[in-house]
């Protein structure tokens, strides 16, 4: 729902890049390309990216 913190692999903080990911990603840009700006180079940190859904929006609609 959230993107966490820091990967839960290796322990990387990638939670202040999603913002700009999902910006530029957005705009069109390659993912990859995005992906390299921002210096994640680990498979655990890209996959985390990549495979991540962003439903906060979805399930606050249900929250009282």
Same mark, same amino acid.
Do not use: Q
């Given at each position: 729902?959230?993107?966490?913190?820091?990967?839960?692999?290796?322990?990387?903080?990638?939670?202040?890049?999603?913002?700009?990911?999902?910006?530029? %990603?957005?705009?069109?840009?390659?993912?990859?390309? %995005?992906?390299?700006?921002?210096?994640?180079?680990?498979?655990?940190?890209?996959?985390?990216?990549?495979?991540?859904?962003?439903?906060?929006?979805?399930?606050?609609?249900?929250?009282?």
């Amino acid at each position: 729902m959230i993107i966490p913190i820091r990967c839960m692999t290796c322990g990387k903080p990638v939670a202040h890049l999603w913002e700009k990911y999902k910006e530029e %990603v957005g705009k069109g840009k390659n993912p990859k390309k %995005v992906l390299d700006e921002l210096g994640l180079k680990r498979y655990c940190c890209r996959s985390l990216f990549l495979t991540h859904i962003d439903l906060i929006d979805y399930s606050a609609k249900f929250r009282k």
